[in-house]
Every structure is written in C-alpha cells, then in structure tokens.
C-alpha cells in the first residue's frame, strides 16, 4: 500500500434517501449541509461553519453510510480513512498521513473527510505514552485547529466508544457536534428492509413489516446482509422469486453469525 495513502477519495452519489431511518440525525446534518452548499453566505455572515462531527454507537449502524450521503448530498469529494490505519510501526508515519490527506481535503474542497474508528489515534492519553499515537493524534489536532473558513472541509469521525476520546479532541472548533447513531427502531427496520429489497423480486407473500419484527436488535449491516443472503437463498433454489422461507433462512444464518462471534448478542 502506499505510504501516504491510507485513505480512499470518491464523489459518492449516495443521498440521504439511501439511508434509512436515523431522521433526526438527518435534521441536524441538514444544518451541515447547508453549511457546505453555502459557505460564503455565512461567512458573510460571521458565522463559524462547524469543522468536526461524531457519529458514535455500535456498529453497522449506517455511520459511513450517513457520512458518506453528506458528501453526496452537497457534491463534495470524501475522503475515507480508518483510525487504526493511520497508526504504524513508525514514529512519525500517521502523522505525515494525517497531514496529507488534509492537504489533498483542501485542494478538493469541498470535501468530506471521514475517519471511522477515530478511537485508534482518538483515544485519550496516558502517562505511558505511545509515541506514534501521540503525533498523529497532535497531527490531528493541528490540522483542525489549522483550516480556516476559506476551505470547506468537515470532518466526520465515527467510533463505537465515545468515552474513550481525548477531551482535546472535543473543544470548541474541533469534534464538537455529537450525533449518536443507534440501532434501528422496528419502523427503520422495515424502511432499511425496504431500501435493500428495491431492487430484488419477492414473493407477494412476503411482509416486509414482519421482518422488522423478527430483526429486533439488529443493525442495518445485519439487515442489508439478511437482504442478500436471502437472494443468494432463492438463487441456490432455483427460485424467480425471494419468498419468506427464504428470508427465514437467511435470518437463522445471521443469528448464527452473530452468536459464534459474540453468543450473549440475541
Ligand atoms: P462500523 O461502525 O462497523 O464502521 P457503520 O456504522 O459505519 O459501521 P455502515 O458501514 O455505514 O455502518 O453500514 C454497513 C452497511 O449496512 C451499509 O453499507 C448499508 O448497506 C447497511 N446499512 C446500515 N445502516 C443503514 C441504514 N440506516 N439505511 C440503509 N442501509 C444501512
């Protein structure tokens, strides 16, 4: 892998009609986009545009898919990376990765930058000091702290334990909206069902509203899998069309899944 690349850039074409449920996370980040689309009228304004955002809760819950249809919904490059690859071996590498990937941010702007699992350089200082750690994550900070206005650049980090972030990392002007990201209610179950089953055939026997039922505790990734393996059920089985069985099916498989890797979940 290239040294300075540790992150992906594309123009998403994701919007917020991808994402299902999360409506009230989509009210506040309605406000960020709007910041996005018209940076000039509040600067103008005198109005600071907000530069860092946190979506936390447990995972598969849409975090990426939501930072993602940010980028989407206001044309701006995304730029993904993950925390932990931002941490290597040597002293002085996730810091000039850090760098970089704000500074191709900035040339690209308007961008989204994301770094999922933020924790990996995020997480609070200790007396015993890791040394790499420590650089990337004061990179970090610096880089935050260091654009201004002219460049529209916001960055969305994403982790699973909000209480292990560095207070530093959460001032004013830095990761200062919190946006929690839960599991879906049965109603956004179904609209999660829904948007993963828009492009199969299913049997007319099929209720989408029963699954929801039956996915209580589930994630959208659980769901978008079930979706999946379902087809891939109704493929093997020679069928034109995914029936309910075939949902059961692919259910049991995700619950076994989810019970080998951790069997206290369900
Ligand atoms: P992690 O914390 O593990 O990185 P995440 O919260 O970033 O997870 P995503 O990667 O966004 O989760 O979700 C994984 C997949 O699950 C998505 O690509 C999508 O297919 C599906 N999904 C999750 N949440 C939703 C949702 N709210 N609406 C539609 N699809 C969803």
């Known amino acids: 892998k290239d040294q300075h690349n540790a992150e992906i850039f594309t123009k998403p074409k994701i919007t917020f009609e991808d994402v299902a449920g999360l409506d009230e996370v989509k009210e506040e980040l ?5 910041f996005i689309k018209k940076t000039e009228k509040y600067k103008k ?4 545009i907000p530069k860092g955002i946190l979506f936390y809760g ?10 993602s249809a940010v980028a989407g919904e206001t044309k701006s490059a995304f730029f993904s990376a993950s925390g932990s690859e931002f941490v290597e071996k040597y002293v002085g590498v996730g810091a000039k990765r850090v760098r970089a990937l704000f500074e191709k941010a900035k040339k690209e702007a308007p961008s989204v930058i994301f770094i999922d699992e933020i924790d990996a350089i995020g997480a609070r200082r200790h007396l015993e000091s890791n040394n790499e750690k420590d650089q990337t994550l004061n990179q970090l900070l610096v880089e935050l702290d260091g654009f201004n206005t002219d460049q529209t650049v916001v ?11 560095d207070e530093a990392l959460m001032r004013p002007g830095r990761f200062d909206r919190h946006m929690y990201i839960g599991n879906p209610s049965m109603k956004a179950r179904e609209d999660i069902l829904k948007v993963h089953t828009k492009n199969k055939p299913l049997s007319s026997e099929v209720s989408i509203a029963d699954l929801a039922k039956k996915t209580h505790g589930m994630s959208g990734a659980h769901l978008s899998n079930i979706a999946n393996e379902a087809a891939i059920i109704a493929v093997r089985e020679n069928q034109e069309v995914i029936s309910s069985k075939h949902f059961d099916l692919a259910i049991e498989r995700v619950v076994a899944g989810l019970q080998v890797k951790n069997p206290n979940v369900l």
């Open 58 to 67: 447990p995972p598969g819950t849409g975090k990426t898919l939501l930072a």
């Open 45 to 48: 304004m005198g109005a600071k």
């Open 155 to 165: 960055v969305i980090g994403a982790t699973n334990r909000l209480d292990l972030l």
């Open 30 to 34: 309605i406000e960020v986009i709007d």
